[in-house]
Structure formats: structure tokens, C-alpha cells
């Protein structure tokens, strides 16, 4: 009544085989691998100089120096801010985060239309810097569809920015975006 299949028992061996094989292969190739980061580059959370300038393109520009940044939309879209730097994280030498605490800020970018700033820690991402050009982004709330609400980042205290800002939260606040500026 029951005949035996010779085919299903070769497929099971096969499959066995396969997943045997990669495990072996996954295996070796962790043991050539080290989980340190070896490029050397070790961040002093220290403005990187060669930020220090003005960035702008017909549109919009960023004024830096060592201690405040300033944005400016030139097509009357708001968002202007000044702030002062308060912490920098360096993720390679040309690519990190600026956290600002804000001097003077339009709503749109604290998400309160609060004059003290209650929301007054912000950030400012970098990359692909070089000495003519770099990419640089306001933080922004990832999860929300542009135009359905506030798309504001920023926070209450320092400690909070740098919990929020900090590098395995990159894709979370926007800063693998940004537009590229040409330096003035």
C-alpha cells in the first residue's frame, strides 16, 4: 500500500549537507574576523576644524565657528537658528554630529512655540566632509511622514540630546541625510 520514496530521503540528506556546510563556513569566516574597530580613529568629541567656515548653497547656509552654528533658509521657509555648541560626537574624520543648544530658534525647528526654548537641545549632523564641500542636516524625527506633524527633534536637557543624538541612533533622527554645501 505504502511505497518508499528514494527521492525524499536524498533531498533530506542534501539539506542537511547544505546547512552543515554553512554553518562550518559562517564558522570560518568569524575566526579570521576581529570585532574591534581597528581604523585607528579614536573620537575626541572636539569640533572638527574643518567645519569652521561658512557652508551655503542658493538656498540655505550654515555659518560655523568654534562654538556657535547658525542656519539660515534663504527661500523664506523659516527654520532659522543660532546655537551654541555643547557637545560633538565624531564618528570618523569627516562625518559626526553637532548638539546645539539654541540661542534663538524658529518653532519649527523646537516643536514648541515656547519663546524660552523648552525643547532647546538640537543637533546638527556631518559627513562626507572635504575641504570644498560637506553634507549637513538638522536632526529630524524619522518615524513622521513628512507634512502629517512635527518632524522636531529636539529635546530638554544635554544628557537627553546625547542619548538621542548618539551614533547607533544615526538613522533614527535623520542625520544619513543631508543636502551637500559648498564652503564660501
Known amino acids: 500500500m505504502f511505497t518508499h520514496n528514494s527521492s525524499v530521503g536524498k533531498t533530506r540528506v542534501w ?6 556546510l554553512s554553518l ?3 564558522a570560518l569566516s568569524l575566526a579570521g574576523c576581529s570585532l574591534e574597530d581597528d581604523d585607528g580613529f579614536v573620537d575626541d568629541h572636539k569640533l572638527n576644524s574643518g567645519l569652521i567656515g561658512t557652508w551655503a548653497t542658493e538656498y540655505s547656509g550654515y555659518t560655523i565657528t568654534d562654538t556657535t552654528i547658525a542656519y539660515s533658509d534663504f527661500g523664506g521657509w523659516g527654520g532659522d537658528f543660532t546655537g551654541t555648541i555643547r557637545y560633538i560626537y565624531n564618528f570618523s574624520e569627516t562625518a559626526g554630529v553637532v548638539i546645539v543648544e539654541y540661542i534663538t530658534a524658529d518653532p519649527d525647528f523646537t516643536g514648541s512655540p515656547d519663546p524660552n526654548y523648552a525643547e532647546k537641545y538640537d543637533a546638527v549632523y556631518f559627513n562626507s566632509l572635504t575641504t570644498s564641500t560637506v553634507k549637513l542636516g538638522v536632526a529630524y524625527d524619522t518615524s513622521v511622514v513628512y507634512g502629517s506633524g512635527s518632524m522636531a527633534a529636539a529635546v530638554s ?10 551614533p547607533a541612533n544615526i538613522s533614527l533622527w535623520g542625520g544619513d541625510l543631508g543636502a551637500t554645501y559648498p564652503k564660501q
Open 157 to 166: 536637557t544635554l544628557d537627553l540630546a546625547k542619548e538621542r543624538f548618539k
Open 24 to 26: 562550518v563556513m559562517g
Open 15 to 20: 539539506v542537511s549537507l547544505v546547512l552543515v
